[in-house]
């Protein structure tokens, strides 16, 4: 599961959750049929300070943008934290993991990741909650790593029945923002550019769709929903049709 930071959060004011969609969003989670692992997004507690500091281009002598990485991690784990209650809320056993402490980059993209926590935390029968967040990068000191990386390098970790990014559209369109919603994107598909809204500095819909391309290839059924319709994510869960994409490998 991906609950994307522009869903959970106000992504252009700096950290600004949306605790009542969070809320619903977590009791929806309950009719997930198995074991599940949440990934969310950093929304406006990640977002607002890379952009400002460009913190994705890697790290240079200005201290005042090493302050500003230190501080998007420390923003995006409290995100966590009201993300891993409203969980518990729900009645969903979260624990928390730091994908800081578990990723390496190197130029950006990911060198390693550690899955074996988050293999045994769910093992444990808990509910493992991870971000994106800023990370140590080999050849460019450090840089951000999105939610929806992450998402593809679990499915071939752990191999899951079912992956869902929930945003806050209805799925992927042929065109953004005046195209039709496509109900299944195959891999040869073309889709239209757009989508990102100008906060975003981890790709926007069309790394979203390329991570979900990934996701698919790793024998994965990944479903694209939009979260701020209350029971699209309950219906996606229990199997039922509903408004959405669902991208094939
Ligand atoms: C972004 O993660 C990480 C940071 C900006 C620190 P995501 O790419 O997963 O976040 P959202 O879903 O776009 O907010």
Known sequence: MKLGGSVITDKATYRAPRLEDLSRLAQELRAAPGPLVVVHGAGSYGHVLAKEFRLAEGRDRDARRDAAFAQVHADVRELSVL?????????????????????????????????????????????????????????????????????????????????????????????????????????HDHVGGGHARGHDVTGGMAGKLARAREVAKAGVEVHVVNGAVPGRLADTLAGKPTVGTVVLS
Do not use: C, K, Q
């Open 83 to 187: 993300v891993s209650e409203a969980l518990r809320d729900a009645g969903l056993p979260a624990i928390t993991h730091s994908t800081y402490d578990l990723a390496r980059l190197d130029s950006g993209r990911l060198l390693s990741f550690a899955h074996a926590p988050v293999a045994d935390t769910l093992a444990a029968g808990f509910v493992p909650v991870l971000s994106g967040d800023g990370a140590l990068d080999a050849s460019r000191g450090w840089g951000i790593l999105s939610g929806d990386v992450i998402m593809a390098e679990l499915a071939r970790a752990l191999r899951p029945e079912r992956a869902v990014f929930v945003t806050d559209v209805d799925g992927i369109y042929d065109r953004w923002p005046d195209g039709a919603l496509l109900p299944r994107v195959g891999p």
